[in-house]
């Protein structure tokens, strides 16, 4: 009986052990993604799609990348005129799901750019689940061309 109680902690306690991240599978998927780079010291806008191949609800907590400094998952609300953005902890992929970074909504702030139009600069973001998706990002003028 002693034994069987044993088992049973160890298979609970096993289920709290995170796997290394390298054993994960990526749960999402980047497509589409590029950055609006802008003249002289502006920040740039990171954009792109992301579609799960979990079962599970995943999250995008962070990000970062050798050519933005600190790398922030922001918001833009508001219409007409009138537009503001704000930090995000997370953005909540849902199972099966995509959510899409674009202009307008969320984006990744990229506030000490250096970004050379017409080249490509790797993006890691962190999940929730402990694993993370790096993804080359297509760098765009101010047009987004
Ligand atoms: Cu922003």
Same mark, same amino acid.
Request: positive net charge; glycine residues 12%.
């Given at each position: 009986?002693?034994?069987?109680?044993?088992?049973? !902690?160890? /298979?609970?306690? &096993?289920? $709290?052990?995170? +796997? #290394?991240?390298?054993?994960?599978? @990526? %749960? !999402?998927? /980047?497509?589409d &993604?590029? $950055?609006?780079? +802008? #003249?002289?010291?502006?920040?740039? @806008? %990171?954009?792109?799609?992301?579609?799960?191949?979990?079962?599970?609800?995943?999250?995008?907590?962070?990000?970062?990348?050798?050519?933005?400094?600190k790398?922030?998952?922001?918001?833009?609300?508001?219409?007409?005129?009138?537009?503001?953005?704000?930090?995000?902890?997370?953005?909540?992929?849902?199972?099966?799901?995509?959510?899409?970074f674009?202009?307008?909504?969320?984006?990744?702030?990229?506030?000490?750019?250096?970004?050379?139009?017409?080249?490509?600069?790797?993006?890691t973001?962190?999940?929730?689940?402990?694993?993370?998706?790096?993804?080359?990002?297509?760098?765009?003028?101010?047009?987004?061309?």
């Amino acid at each position: 009986m002693k034994a069987l109680f044993e088992i049973t !902690l160890a /298979v609970q306690l &096993a289920a $709290f052990v995170p +796997l #290394p991240a390298a054993a994960q599978p @990526a %749960g !999402l998927v /980047v497509t589409d &993604a590029w $950055f609006r780079s +802008l #003249p002289g010291k502006l920040p740039a @806008a %990171g954009y792109f799609s992301l579609r799960s191949n979990s079962g599970l609800t995943l999250a995008v907590t962070g990000a970062e990348s050798d050519g933005c400094g600190k790398l922030l998952l922001h918001k833009s609300s508001g219409n007409g005129g009138m537009s503001s953005m704000a930090m995000v902890d997370k953005v909540t992929v849902p199972p099966g799901g995509t959510v899409k970074f674009a202009p307008g909504g969320y984006h990744l702030m990229c506030v000490d750019p250096r970004l050379k139009t017409g080249s490509r600069m790797p993006v890691t973001l962190h999940l929730s689940d402990g694993s993370s998706v790096i993804a080359a990002f297509q760098v765009h003028g101010a047009t987004g061309k």
